[in-house]
């Protein structure tokens, strides 16, 4: 062993003494954001343009103190869960390429069928798939090609899928990230595809959610504090200078079992930018998918506006959230189960590395990994020299 863990006992009870104290002061702040979120509840049409330039929450036309309860749970509707896993390309290994797996379920409430689930890997490894440019797909790179595959995936199933109420989900955020250095054009044709994606699923007449659990976003907590700073982003900044923001989801840990918040928009630049135009601006809420007399256990729900404003759409959103949550305790089945079928343990990455230093000696190349990558496979498998 050599992480000497006797080192590290001052600095670990330093920090549980930090956080307890942090935790004092999120209590504290909780309450006015409560006060301020009744207070000012009715403010959200004067708040919209300063809480776009704060990067706060933009109010929506819904009341700030709203509280939805749980709809009626459809007796029978399908929820579709995506959820996808790589390898990365290891300039170290024998061969250069990466792998993209997505899971998904396929869950018709009521029906008495077993789920579907389906397990669909990628194997990348030609120049063209290996590459942007002169860029190794890794990284980031690599993290939206996954996203791209499991919105496409999504998409498909709905395609395939009976009309009748449809909930298609993903586990995360709908805003695609793109790494900002990249060239304006090839940025716009990856938003694109996702976008492009998002619309099948409109077509197919299902909604879409992004489900996010434990959130951290502070959106609505800067919302709150710029209410009561009477939309003053100078006084926002200096207020929040200097300390951890106040997560939402402390805000809302007051909601009732199955109740969601009130309805907001992203702040985020590439929500205005490229979904907005596209039909696809994301709004979100949040929820508690707790059961009764259970703790709370609150989620963030990310869906395209045009779900936010279709009722129908918006209630089975939130009822079918809620119903999966409550099947495995705070996090939707479906998701649950594709995110099993995507993983790919340590032995799973073993064999396909042995596929592949097997396949390239029956094509006559003889398998070389680096000085590098050789060592750390002796000692890492407890051999020594």
Same mark, same amino acid.
């Given at each position: 062993?050599?992480?000497?863990?006797?080192?590290?006992?001052?600095?670990? &009870?330093?920090?549980?003494?930090?956080?307890?104290?942090?935790?004092?002061?999120?209590?504290?702040?909780?309450?006015?954001?409560?006060?301020?979120?009744?207070?000012?509840?009715?403010?959200?049409?004067?708040?919209? *343009?300063?809480?776009?330039?704060?990067?706060?929450?933009?109010?929506? *036309?819904?009341?700030?103190?709203?509280?939805?309860?749980?709809? #009626?749970?459809?007796?029978?509707?399908?929820?579709?869960?995506? /959820?996808?896993?790589?390898?990365? #390309?290891?300039?170290?290994?024998?061969? %250069?390429?990466?792998?993209?797996?997505?899971?998904?379920?396929?869950?018709?409430?009521?029906?008495? *069928?077993?789920?579907?689930?389906?397990?669909?890997?990628?194997?990348?490894?030609?120049?063209?798939?290996?590459? &942007?440019?002169?860029?190794?797909?890794?990284?980031?790179?690599? /993290?939206?090609?996954?996203?791209?595959?499991?919105?496409?995936?999504?998409?498909?199933?709905? *395609?395939?899928?009976?009309?009748?109420?449809?909930?298609?989900?993903?586990?995360?955020?709908?805003?695609?990230?793109?790494?900002?250095?990249?060239?304006? /054009?090839?940025?716009?044709?990856?938003?694109?595809?996702?976008?492009?994606?998002?619309?099948?699923?409109?077509?197919?007449?299902?909604?879409?959610?992004?489900?996010?659990?434990? #959130?951290?976003?502070?959106?609505?907590?800067?919302?709150?504090?710029?209410?009561?700073?009477?939309?003053?982003?100078?006084?926002?900044?200096?207020?929040?200078?200097?300390?951890?923001?106040?997560?939402?989801?402390?805000?809302?840990?007051?909601?009732?079992?199955?109740?969601?918040?009130?309805?907001?928009?992203?702040?985020?630049?590439?929500?205005?930018?490229?979904?907005?135009?596209?039909?696809?601006?994301?709004?979100?809420?949040?929820?508690?998918?707790?059961?009764?007399?259970?703790?709370?256990?609150?989620?963030?729900?990310?869906?395209?506006?045009?779900?936010?404003?279709? #009722? /129908?759409?918006?209630?089975?959103?939130?009822?079918?959230?809620?119903?999966?949550?409550?099947?495995?305790?705070?996090?939707?089945?479906?998701?649950?189960?594709?995110?099993? %079928?995507?993983?790919?343990?340590?032995?799973?990455?073993?064999? %396909?590395?042995?596929?592949?230093?097997?396949?390239?000696?029956?094509?006559?190349?003889?398998?070389?990994?680096?000085?590098?990558?050789?060592?750390?496979?002796?000692?890492?498998?407890?051999?020594?020299?």
């Amino acid at each position: 062993m050599t992480l000497r863990l006797n080192r590290l006992t001052l600095p670990v &009870e330093r920090m549980a003494e930090v956080l307890a104290t942090r935790e004092e002061d999120f209590a504290r702040r909780m309450r006015e954001a409560r006060a301020w979120r009744r207070a000012y509840a009715d403010r959200g049409a004067t708040l919209r *343009e300063v809480a776009r330039e704060a990067n706060a929450a933009i109010p929506t *036309e819904e009341p700030l103190d709203t509280v939805v309860p749980l709809p #009626p749970i459809p007796e029978r509707f399908t929820v579709i869960g995506a /959820d996808g896993s790589t390898i990365p #390309p290891d300039r170290h290994g024998a061969a %250069l390429y990466y792998v993209i797996n997505i899971g998904s379920l396929v869950y018709r409430h009521g029906s008495g *069928e077993t789920p579907e689930a389906h397990s669909i890997p990628h194997l990348g490894y030609t120049e063209e798939e290996l590459f &942007e440019g002169t860029t190794l797909v890794s990284g980031n790179l690599l /993290d939206v090609r996954r996203d791209q595959a499991e919105v496409n995936h999504l998409a498909e199933l709905v *395609e395939q899928e009976p009309e009748g109420p449809t909930l298609a989900l993903v586990d995360g955020t709908l805003l695609l990230w793109v790494l900002e250095n990249l060239p304006l /054009d090839t940025r716009k044709k990856k938003v694109q595809r996702y976008l492009d994606a998002l619309t099948r699923v409109q077509k197919g007449k299902a909604a879409v959610a992004g489900f996010i659990s434990r #959130p951290r976003h502070a959106e609505v907590s800067r919302l709150l504090l710029l209410a009561h700073l009477d939309g003053n982003t100078e006084k926002v900044q200096e207020a929040e200078r200097g300390r951890l923001p106040l997560p939402d989801r402390v805000i809302f840990a007051d909601l009732p079992p199955g109740g969601r918040s009130a309805l907001f928009t992203s702040p985020s630049s590439i929500n205005h930018t490229y979904y907005e135009p596209a039909g696809h601006e994301v709004w979100f809420f949040y929820v508690n998918v707790a059961a009764e007399e259970e703790d709370p256990v609150i989620a963030r729900i990310e869906v395209p506006v045009w779900v936010a404003r279709s #009722p /129908d759409l918006l209630s089975l959103v939130h009822a079918g959230v809620v119903a999966q949550s409550r099947i495995a305790g705070g996090y939707p089945y479906a998701l649950a189960r594709a995110d099993e %079928l995507a993983y790919i343990s340590g032995p799973e990455r073993q064999r %396909l590395q042995e596929m592949v230093e097997t396949a390239l000696l029956r094509a006559g190349l003889m398998p070389s990994p680096s000085p590098k990558a050789f060592y750390k496979s002796m000692t890492r498998s407890g051999r020594r020299w």
